[in-house]
């Protein structure tokens, strides 16, 4: 009798149990009711439309294997100094032809002007010491097909403990050896070169990383020819040179913001397959992002990006 009156007694019940509280029994039945709204759709999505299900897993499969590739090789170590080159036509050659008139820069007669900045940038994943340059091979800023280069300066470096400096030389090739103690992946300087060159690459920079590589990049986006749509006696408008990095980000981000979007509104209007398949496509220009801090120098490098005068 005493093992019944225990069992039906209330209170040894409620000691013996935990009921679970009203809210969270509200909180799971109403996550339980937006599960089974979401995943109807998307059942009945696949069952019925498996060519788009299967392009997407495959474009997903493909994209999956080049994106761990990809990052694959930016992990691996690597020592790469990275250069990239912006020219401006100062005095254009064959374009000033008065009798009487000489221009000379520093009392030397030049008939062409041009000044080109020149940054240079640990774009690998390694630091680069002064061990790591050979004697006999430094990098060096010199001038392709006999140019004459009348100055070379540093204008600008990320860090004053990387004092980065210029050293004139004479072999290998005539110009100036860069030195520095470190650059640590992301750190650089910008060069100021003046030379009698017209063309985009003109100025080069030759040697060796033990190691690793010097790298030019195609980072020159900039169109450095006379000509504009003002006019005046047969003499056109300068243009202004624009920095190529500008116009591929803000192009990358542009394509990859419109591409989210548009994915994202068509899934939420039940066209599964292509907002899917617009947000998997995003994936490239968020690549395109990636190179691009290969491809330029560092945002801090700011003087890379600045036209002459400002």
């Known amino acids: 009798m005493s093992r019944g009156r225990i069992a039906s007694n209330p209170a040894h019940r409620n000691r013996g149990s935990k009921e679970t509280p ?7 039945s109403t996550l339980n009711l937006y599960g089974v709204h979401l995943w109807l759709p ?4 696949i069952s019925g439309n498996p060519g788009i299900v299967a392009i997407v897993g ?6 999956s294997i080049v994106l761990a590739v990809f990052f694959y090789k930016l992990s691996r170590p690597r020592r790469l100094l990275a250069y990239a080159t912006r020219t401006f036509r100062v005095v254009p050659q064959g374009r000033l032809k008065l009798q009487g008139l000489q ?3 520093y009392g030397y007669p ?5 000044v080109t900045r020149l940054a240079v940038w640990n774009a690998g994943n390694e630091s680069i010491r002064r061990s790591d340059l050979p004697a006999s091979d430094l ?5 392709g097909g006999g140019l004459k280069i009348f100055e070379t300066a540093v204008i600008e470096t990320s860090a004053a403990a990387n004092n980065v400096g210029l050293t004139l030389v004479d072999h290998p090739v005539v110009g100036s050896a860069i030195g520095f103690d470190f650059l640590d992946p992301g750190d650089g300087a910008v060069f100021s070169v003046v030379h009698d060159g017209n063309k985009l690459t003109d100025i080069r920079l030759n040697g060796e990383i033990i190691g690793g590589k010097i790298w030019r990049t195609v980072a020159h986006g900039e169109r450095p020819t006379e000509g504009g749509s003002q006019q005046w006696d047969d003499v056109s408008a300068w243009q202004r040179p624009q920095s190529g990095r500008s116009q591929l980000r803000v192009g990358a981000y542009a394509v990859l913001t419109m591409l989210l979007f548009s994915g994202f509104v068509l899934v939420l209007s039940s066209l599964w397959g292509v907002g899917l398949l617009l947000i998997v496509i995003g994936i490239v220009p968020s690549g395109a992002l990636l190179i691009s801090r290969r491809v330029y120098p560092p945002l801090h490098l700011k003087s890379f990006d600045e036209n002459l005068g400002g």
């Open 58 to 63: 495959v474009v997903g499969t493909i994209s």
């Open 22 to 28: 009203p809210v969270l029994t509200h909180f799971y």
């Open 103 to 105: 221009i000379t820069y």
């Open 139 to 143: 990098p060096v800023i010199y001038g």
């Open 42 to 45: 998307i059942k009945n999505f």
């Open 110 to 114: 030049v008939e062409s002007l041009s």
